[in-house]
């Protein structure tokens, strides 16, 4: 049975459970799980990670913990009974673990392996913390490693700023936010700006001596040298090396390192120096033999330097190896070091290129318990300490030290009888007042224990040494009286013995008479002569005599002085006992000379505070004793005395001094009776302070008033003791009046620069110390009021420089600070002054900083008490007085102008956060009495709604991202919880005030306006957040936005008609709320939208506002990446519910639909804009929201907006056409006017012709790298036409230059013509603008089908390639996925006429073959009925596809969506027809090339007459005639008649070409080449049997430069002569296109013709009929070779599929090949027979009509030719012009004219891409002029419209408008000649020379010939373009 558990409610998981049975809950090792249920060995319960799926499990999996139950019950929470440490090291731990594995994904290396360092790091910490056998003060230092490193881990992954105390984490709740606020700013600021360190350490280790070979002892003396003022700042560390340069105990570390303790921040200079003396322990010369002498001395060797400057940047102990010098006499070894340093060089020299000291050194920051903690193992080891000489910067009061330093200076010695200077050796020794030696005594320095004695360096020969030698002597106190210091003088013998003979000695007493110890400095002593060591063994005997040269006492025969010789010394006392000040020894002895009491007081002030701060206890006895014996006469001067020992102790080097004084005055100090006269002088000096003129005595009284009075109250507290309380009035009355004096002196009001305000201000500094010592007398309350009066007794105004006012605020923040402030009592009675001098000074906007730390203490001591009765009517207080002035104070901080530089507003720069965090704190205790309080307490609406106005605003500041650090989400949360819980009290009295009659916009609009942007902040918006923080965020606030969301759809509601006052201002905000990512907040908010709908509605009768409004800023918001699909269903689903009863239901509809498509395109923009490269797909989805906000949105600055986004984009993927098309979009809505233009986007503020003139040039610019040169020249063209009429022929000539330039790059440079490639895209998981749609693309120039696929297929990576051709059904297009349907597909080329022509370079006419192409083929050839096995042709059809583009290719993108899709069949006949007229076009294009030496290789030409010839010899035009010209076949296919007569025609053609095709290769053919030459010869005869052609020359002469072909009806009715039956269809030519480019479909038969070429053999006749190619009916299979299952569709080895002849109709596509060897090509056309040449008509000037239709014709415009290329026939004009009326537009044409292109609105048949937007303009529809008034149109016409009917009847009911070509924009082509292979009828006038260019300049040309028959359609006005 299931049971509640009581105690077993939380666990770890202790190994992992697969949870697989019925209610199993799987666990993972390490989990913690909350148990609600028991049940005989399983729990119920779930992870705490994951609490809404829960479970059973076996209890033995789960570890069992303590834990405290919180709000126990349903829905209970467990918080584990742990170290908060612990539990934060738990969850952060694991917080990490997820997103380390992220570094590693994301390829962080470094952080990564760190990080991971550091975890484990904190892993072995938690089990040392888990253990608990740590003791505190290294759990203290373990915990601390633990949050820093818990810190520096938060701070690599941008993780929060933890707020803590004491190393746990804090709760928000339990502390005031002034709290919270200040624990985030000194985390922040140690994370910023660590404290320096004060004190610095040296770490030196000595390795050593590298390259030393003497074979002697060393020993090296260490010390730290300021060569500024030449002195050694520390003690010597000393170091002996063995004979080999190492350390002679390498076993013993501590012998070898030590640490120069002590260094000041001002010792690491760069003349401070780390100097190494090296010593020499052996014989006298270095190069000596061993028997000279066995005595030892020591020698210079050698000395070393180093900057101690040079380790500051070193972060860890470094090895340096310092170069060794030598001096050059051994006279300046003295100063080797200042020589080094100062280089001079003469002086010194290197002891050895590769001789060097080898040591570590290292610098160590921080005190010496810091040092002690972080470097554990040194001191464990026992490392030498090293001092500083002297006292360090703080003295301790417990640091005892008794050393005196005795330096070697230098000697004046006599030769003594020598004939050479002496060796001199020092020998030193210390003696007791018994003459003994006092062992141990004598110290060279750190690293050696202490000596007996000490011998100095000996300096060879040399009478006046210097040895600048220091010795230590550490003596006791009581050791000092009655010892002295003996200096033995010896020669040393260089001989063999090697004697040390004594010659003289000095002395020196340690301690003079009168107890003074010996003094600093140098001391000259006099040298006694002595030889004989016994003559020294009573010093009693010498004592006597004089030991210096200053000295006075008598002589003594015993020994005798020399007055020549001298030798002088340096001491220097360092103790914290001894004195060498006589003054001080007379104080303290002030009973033994009465007399001099009243001079020892006075010469106190003069001694050093380090003398008197060692005797501090002594000398306040000294004191107190003379006060207690003889106040009247010295109470004043004792006073002074006292004062001056106070505030010598506030000195930093002596700060440590103030708990002596504490001790003293707790536990020595016994004057009972001073505080009489304490007060009575005190008041004294009190009284005269305002009469006084020199206040500086004064103001030293005052500092010193804090200890002063802790001696006026324990002295009255000794009394009363003493006495039982006596004279207690008295001493109150005394208080009471010391007070009134105090307050008198303090209400005076001075200037601020007066003395009595300077020491006013000294005062109140000292007075809050005197609280505490009050209190031990006064009740609390007393003390209160006399603080309160003495407060209350400022002056109320004063000058805002002046320093009392800061100095007043100091005193306020510390009384409040203090034990007195912190009873509630006291607190009552001090509030009120704290609050009113708070209040003045933020009203005056004084000393801000100091009035926040004032507010925060006390709003922070409010919340503490907040169980107090009394802390509600302290809070009450507050809100009365500094609300309004706070919020306030926050407007005006948060507006001043920020320092330069800054990019965020940091708290600890100003006081904006601390105002901040006491303005929440105030929010967070009010309740709801102090609310109901604040707004009952307003005068007026007026005073209301201002005080709403402003805290909205405030709140508005608060949320802003940098009024807090990005870190610090804690505060943020807490702000908004305050926030959120404040608006929801003042919404009511929103509600009750400004409603109905009383309604106000502005506190309403503000009231909105914070609650939008609270939703939005980014700290709350929880989707971002890691599952962790999530959870704890909202188990804490919950969500706050939905809290917030509910709360505007309230207020909403309330409003009533007056919503009509926020619609529009409000949908784009409501709209952004929307948008954020929370499902119940959508669903609360969406519904305003209706709302808004149904009330504009109401109003206006539609809600065209809100639709607008909408549109606008849904761009914005996306593209911000707000929003999402499940936001675009959810306003759809719930806004059509809402409106489907609506009256307005169809308009609500259209409405919703619009913005739901607008938002598919633009979540698709957004997905396509989040891929790093420009694909197709990126490009695509721009197109299609262009086009949106074009054709359904008509929003112009959206339109152009995305325009220079696609513009962007071509750039970027070098799509520099489409780029130039792109900007023409924009191009085309500007006019050649002078009207100024605003900036926008990159463009300046310009008239709108200078834009439209930058906009051309980069147009023609980027023309120009596409390679598109034809459309660069019109648009050179344009301008050079504005240029002429501003008579601007400098920028003329540059852009006749630029035209010229690109007319030579059409001719001289080549280009390639790119594949187009049909996709589909089918499926649901395309994007919205791809999904269930066909597109042709124009391929990457040398990208064939294979390279396409495989670009789409990784721009789709999910997609599916399809492997067929044929349409998908309903399966594909409607399934969850992706397929894509790629296959090749040919173009159909529109400019037929240039194509046609025989003297157009083929440079040219490549241009045409690929540009402006609407219409694309793609050919299936497949069996109808039974397939004949003999003759396969006879049932061969083509299926036949044709699709047409929404815009021609090349546009503003590289792929269009297809419009029209038609098929039809080909019949086999038909097919027939075409492959034959295709080869004769590519026979006649070859041999014309080869006639005209346009061919390097003759190989094309044989290659193709090889393979028709063989062919045909084999069977293939055989099969035709079998298939076609049988009865059967005609009498079945009557209607064919004539098709079969073509076909008969077509081959006889081809063997007359063939024959002239023979004769060119005769002539050409290379010698080798002559055998396969002589084989075509004897084939042609064959084939021209097989068709029964006889008696007929081989070659015929050609007319005009081509073939004349003969065809009759029959196929042997051909003579030689031209005789009989001869039937000549007209001046038929060999008109002939570029050379013929084979596809990459036709490779394969390429290949075989070049091997039949090579090898001289033919194809047979099958794989002839075979190699007839089409596209591939696999989109995947290669596009080198045909499909297996594609049957042949020719005879012969041409390329390509015919167009169906619409019986003998010939269309506009008949003149020419299809303009790639592809499988579809167009049909060889008839010429027109000369009775329907058409004669142009030259149109009349017509004139550009402006944007005022009121103005005429005339007036509007400048006159423009108009000349329009018809079709690509001869055209006869006459040379001169002939005049027709002008033709007038209707009011509603516009023609453009000059650079204004042709744009007709949505409707017309074409456009220049930007539809309604753009200008219109009125041209001829159909290309042709009219003819003459009662003319008829000329048959031609007819032709032409019945050709390319269908086509442009679809076209002109299309509503997707046309791309924007610059072909049909303006195409003033030259017209050229007719070539020589077309003949000229007689009586036919030639054709007319082509006009001038600037007859045509301005002339649009419309080439299309599918609009040859459109009547001129009257357009709309030109929309006014705005000033973009």
């Known amino acids: ?702 500092k010193a008033t804090e200890y002063i009075f802790k001696y006026i109250i324990q002295s009255r507290r000794l009394y009363a003791l003493a006495t039982g309380g006596q004279s207690e009035d008295e001493f109150r009355c005394c208080m009471r009046e010391l007070f009134m004096s105090l307050r008198f002196f303090l209400s005076q009001d001075g200037k601020a620069a007066s003395p009595v305000t300077q020491t006013q201000a000294i005062f109140l500094k000292n007075f809050p110390a005197m609280y505490c010592e009050l209190l031990k007398i006064f009740t609390v309350c007393e003390v209160a009021g006399f603080v309160r009066d003495t407060l209350g007794s400022l002056p109320i105004t004063s000058q805002a420089d002046c320093p009392l006012e800061a100095v007043k605020l100091q005193c306020i923040a510390k009384t409040v600070e203090s034990q007195l402030y912190a009873n509630h009592e006291s607190r009552c009675i001090l509030l009120p002054v704290v609050l009113h001098h708070l209040q003045v000074h933020l009203q005056e906007q004084r000393d801000l900083v100091m009035c926040a730390q004032v507010l925060s203490s006390v709003l922070s001591i409010t919340m503490r008490d907040n169980t107090d009765p009394s802390s509600a009517e302290v809070v009450s207080a507050i809100v009365r007085s500094l609300l309004g002035v706070l919020l306030a104070t926050i407007l005006e901080v948060t507006n001043r102008p920020q320092p330069a530089g800054t990019a965020m507003r940091l708290q600890f720069q100003d006081v904006t956060g601390e105002f901040v965090a006491c303005l929440l704190a105030l929010l967070r205790q009010m309740t709801d009495r102090h609310y109901q309080q604040l707004l009952e307490g307003f005068t007026g609406k007026d005073a209301l709604k201002d005080f709403l106005l402003q805290i909205f605003t405030v709140f508005r500041i608060l949320i802003r991202p940098e009024m807090f650090p990005k870190d610090w989400t804690v505060m943020r949360l807490v702000t908004n919880n305050v926030i959120i819980t404040t608006v929801l009290y003042l919404s009511d009295a929103l509600r009750k005030n400004f409603l109905n009659e009383g309604f106000d916009y502005k506190v309403w609009d503000s009231y909105f306006y914070l609650s939008v942007i609270f939703i939005n902040q980014p700290c709350l918006q929880l989707e971002s957040f890691s599952p962790t923080k999530r959870k704890r965020i909202v188990e804490k606030y919950g969500d706050m936005r939905v809290m917030m969301g509910c709360e505007i759809f309230s207020m909403w509601q309330n409003l009533g008609q007056h919503k009509l006052n926020f619609i529009p201002a409000m949908i784009g905000p409501f709209l952004e709320v929307t948008l954020v990512p929370q499902q119940d907040l959508r669903n609360v908010m969406i519904p305003i939208f209706h709302d808004m709908m149904d009330w504009e509605q109401r109003r206006s009768g539609n809600f065209k506002q809100v639709e607008a409004k909408l549109i606008d800023k849904l761009d914005s918001l996306m593209s911000e990446g707000k929003g999402d699909e499940t936001y675009r269903e959810l306003f759809n689903s719930i806004l059509l519910k809402k409106i489907e009863r609506e009256t307005w239901r169809e308009s609500g509809v259209s409405l919703v639909a619009t913005v739901t498509r607008l938002m598919e395109r633009l979540l698709d923009y957004r997905d396509c804009m989040k891929v790093g490269e420009v694909d197709g797909k990126k490009i695509g989805c721009t197109v299609s929201l262009l086009n949106f906000y074009k054709t359904e949105l008509n929003k112009e600055e959206m339109y152009i907006r995305y325009i220079h986004k696609l513009y962007d984009l071509h750039l970027k993927a070098q799509n520099y056409t489409e780029a130039a098309y792109t900007l023409l979009l924009y191009d085309e809505l500007l006019e050649w006017s002078e009207r100024p233009l605003r900036e926008f986007l990159n463009y300046p503020m310009q008239t709108e012709w200078q834009r439209k003139e930058a906009m051309h040039l980069t147009i023609i610019q980027n023309f120009d790298r596409g390679k598109c040169w034809e459309n660069g020249i019109i648009l050179c063209r344009e301008l050079a036409d504005q240029y002429e009429a501003y008579y601007d022929y400098r920028n003329l000539s540059k852009m006749r230059i630029m035209e010229a330039s690109l007319y030579d790059k059409i001719m001289g440079q080549q280009r390639l013509e790119p594949e187009f490639f049909r996709v589909g895209f089918y499926g649901k998981k395309f994007p919205f603008f791809l999904r269930n749609k066909e597109f042709v693309c124009r391929g990457h120039d040398y990208e064939r089908l294979e390279a396409f696929q495989q670009r789409m297929l990784n721009e789709f990576p999910q997609a599916i390639a399809m492997q067929h051709v044929n349409q998908p059904d309903d399966t594909i297009s409607q399934a969850e996925a992706q397929y894509l349907q790629i296959y090749a597909v040919s173009p159909i080329a529109e400019a037929q006429d240039v194509l046609q022509r025989d003297n157009v370079s083929d440079n040219i006419k490549s241009f045409y073959k690929v540009n402006h192409i609407w219409r694309f083929r793609y050919d299936r050839p497949f069996h109808k009925g039974t397939k004949d096995k003999e003759n396969e042709f006879k049932s061969l059809w083509v299926e036949r596809t044709t699709l047409t583009l929404v815009q021609s290719l090349p546009g503003i993108s590289r792929w269009f969506e297809v419009e029209k899709r038609e098929v039809m069949e080909v019949s086999p006949l038909e097919n027939a027809i075409e492959v034959i007229e295709n080869k004769n076009l590519q026979l006649r294009t070859l041999i014309t090339q080869c006639q005209a030496r346009q061919m390097h290789n003759i190989n094309p030409l044989t290659m193709c007459l090889n393979g028709v010839i063989d062919a045909a010899v084999n069977g293939g035009l055989t099969r035709y005639q079998e298939a076609f010209f049988v009865k059967d076949y005609v009498a079945s296919h009557p209607e064919d008649c004539e098709k079969i007569g073509r076909l008969r025609e077509l081959m006889l053609e081809q063997a007359h070409i063939l024959g002239y095709g023979l004769a060119v290769h005769e002539k050409f053919v290379p010698q080798d080449m002559r055998p396969l030459h002589k084989k075509l010869v004897d084939q042609f005869h064959l084939m021209k049997s097989s068709l029964g052609i006889q008696d007929c020359p081989a070659y015929l002469p050609f007319t005009n430069g081509s073939p004349r072909t003969y065809m009759g009806s029959m196929v042997n009715a051909v003579s030689p002569d031209g005789g009989r039956g001869v039937m000549r269809r007209g001046p038929s030519t060999l008109s002939y296109p570029a050379a013929n480019r084979y596809s990459s479909s036709s490779l394969s038969s390429q290949a075989s013709n070049e091997v039949s070429n090579i090898t001289g053999q033919s194809e047979s006749s099958d794989e002839v009929f075979n190699m007839q190619p089409s596209p591939s009916t696999s989109s995947l299979s290669s596009n080198h070779s045909a499909s297996p299952n594609v049957s042949s569709s020719a005879p012969s080895s041409t390329r390509g599929s015919p167009l169906p002849s619409e019986k003998n109709k010939h269309s506009r596509e008949s003149s020419c090949l299809s303009p790639r060897d592809r499988p579809c090509s167009a049909i060889y056309s008839n010429p027109l027979d000369p009775t329907q040449r058409i004669l142009p008509h030259p149109m009349g000037d017509v004139m550009l009509p402006r944007s005022d239709p009121s103005l005429s014709a005339p007036d509007k415009g400048s006159p423009t030719q108009t000349l329009r290329s018809l079709s690509p026939v001869p055209i006869r004009t006459s040379p001169q012009k002939s005049s027709v009326p002008p033709f007038t537009p209707s009011p509603t044409e516009c023609q453009s004219g000059g650079l204004v292109s042709n744009s007709p609105a949505l409707s017309g048949s074409y456009s220049s891409g930007i539809s309604s937007l753009s200008r219109c303009s009125m041209s001829d529809a159909s290309g042709l002029e009219a003819p003459p008034p009662g003319e008829l149109a000329p048959p031609s016409m007819l032709t032409a419209s019945a050709s390319g009917g269908s086509d442009e009847l679809l076209r002109r009911d299309s509503k997707t408008p046309p791309p924007y070509s610059v072909y049909e924009r303006t195409n003033p082509r030259r017209l050229v000649p007719l070539p020589h292979g077309l003949s000229v009828l007689p009586g036919v006038d030639p054709p007319a020379l082509p006009p001038k260019p600037c007859q045509i300049r301005a002339t649009k040309l419309d080439l299309d010939p599918r609009r040859a028959e459109q009547a001129p359609r009257p357009r709309p006005l030109p929309r006014k373009v705005s000033q973009l």
Not at 134 to 147: F, G, S
Not at 215 to 242: H, K, T
Not at 420 to 445: C, H, P
Request: aromatic residues 8%; charged residues 25%; hydrophobic residues 35%.
């Open 1 to 702: 049975m299931w049971l509640p558990s009581e105690h077993e409610k939380y666990g770890v998981v202790l190994a992992s459970f697969r949870g697989t049975g019925q209610h199993g809950l799987p666990l993972e090792i390490g989990d913690t799980v909350q148990i609600l249920e028991k049940c005989e060995g399983w729990y119920r319960g779930f992870i705490l990670k994951n609490p809404n799926v829960k479970g059973i499990f076996p209890s033995s999996y789960i570890h069992l913990k303590n834990a405290h139950i919180k709000n126990k019950g349903q829905f209970e929470t467990v918080v584990p009974e742990e170290d908060p440490v612990i539990t934060e090291m738990t969850s952060t731990l694991r917080e990490w673990g997820t997103m380390w594995k992220q570094l590693y994904v994301r390829n962080e290396g470094d952080l990564f392996h760190r990080l991971w360092h550091v975890m484990n790091e904190v892993l072995d910490l938690r089990r040392q913390v888990l253990v608990g056998h740590l003791t505190q003060d290294r759990m203290r230092d373990v915990k601390q490693h633990i949050t820093a490193r818990l810190d520096w881990g938060n701070e690599q992954l941008g993780l929060d700023l933890v707020p803590r105390k004491e190393f746990s984490m804090v709760d928000p709740d339990e502390i005031s936010v002034t709290e919270l606020y200040k624990l985030m700013e000194q985390r922040h600021r140690r994370k910023e700006a660590p404290a320096p360190p004060t004190a610095h350490h040296l770490l030196v280790q000595v390795k050593s001596l590298v390259s030393y070979n003497l074979a002697e002892e060393l020993q090296v003396c260490f010390s730290i040298y300021d060569s500024r003022d030449g002195r050694p700042l520390s003690e010597r560390f000393f170091v002996r090396l063995n004979k080999h340069g190492v350390p002679k105990s390498p076993e013993r570390a501590e012998r070898q390192c030590t640490l120069f303790t002590d260094l000041g921040s001002g010792d690491l200079r760069k003349d401070v120096y780390i100097v190494a003396h090296i010593i020499r322990i052996g014989r006298m010369g270095a190069g000596e033999k061993k028997n000279v002498s066995s005595v030892q001395y020591r020698r210079p060797f050698g000395c070393a330097v180093i900057c101690i400057a040079d380790l500051l940047t070193a972060d860890s102990r470094d090895d340096h190896n310092l170069k060794v010098y030598t001096c050059n006499t051994e006279s300046e070894w003295y100063q080797i070091h200042d020589n080094i340093i100062r280089k001079t060089s003469s002086r010194y020299s290197l002891l050895g290129s590769s001789t060097g000291l080898s040591v570590s050194l290292q610098l160590l920051h921080g005190d010496m318990e810091h040092i002690r903690r972080e470097y554990m193992a040194l001191f464990t080891c026992g490392i030498t300490i090293t001092r500083k000489l002297g006292f360090s910067d703080v003295i301790m009061p417990g640091e005892m030290r008794n050393d005196l330093y005795i330096t070697l200076e230098k000697g004046e010695f006599e030769k003594g009888g020598k004939s050479v200077a002496r060796n001199v050796e020092v020998t030193i020794y210390v003696l007791d007042s018994d003459g003994q030696i006092i062992k141990g005594s004598l110290w060279e320095g750190s690293g050696e224990p202490g000596a007996d004695s000490f011998q100095s360096i000996v300096l060879y020969h040399n009478n006046s040494p210097r040895w600048a030698e220091q010795v230590k002597l550490p003596l006791p106190v009581d050791t000092f009286r009655g010892s002295h210091v003996r200096f033995e003088f010896r020669h040393c013998s260089t001989k063999e013995k090697g004697e040390k003979k004594l010659f003289g000695f000095s002395f020196i007493p340690l301690m003079q008479e009168d107890g003074r110890t010996l003094p600093d400095g140098t001391h000259d002593l006099i040298v006694h002569k002595c030889e004989e060591n016994t003559n020294l063994h009573d010093c009693s005997r010498y004592l006597k005599l004089l030991f210096s040269k200053g000295s006075s006492l008598p002589g003594n025969s015993q020994t005798a002085k020399s007055s020549k010789e001298s030798f002088c010394i340096t001491s220097y006392l360092c103790s914290t006992k001894l004195t060498q000040n006589g003054d001080m020894l007379d104080l303290l002895k002030w009973r033994t000379h009465p007399d001099r009491v009243g001079d020892s007081l006075s010469k106190l002030m003069e001694i050093d505070g380090s003398e008197i701060v060692k005797f501090l206890q002594d000398t306040l006895d000294s004191l107190f004793g003379i006060l207690d014996e003889n106040p009247q006469r010295f109470g004043l001067k004792v006073f002074d005395c006292l004062v001056h020992i106070i505030n010598l102790l506030q000195d930093s080097k002596f700060q440590h001094f103030k708990p002596v004084m504490d001790t003293y005055i707790e536990s020595h100090f016994a004057g009972a009776l001073s505080y009489r006269d304490l007060i009575k002088v005190l008041k004294w000096y009190v009284d005269r302070i305002i009469d006084a003129e020199r206040q500086q005595h004064i103001q030293q009284v005052l």
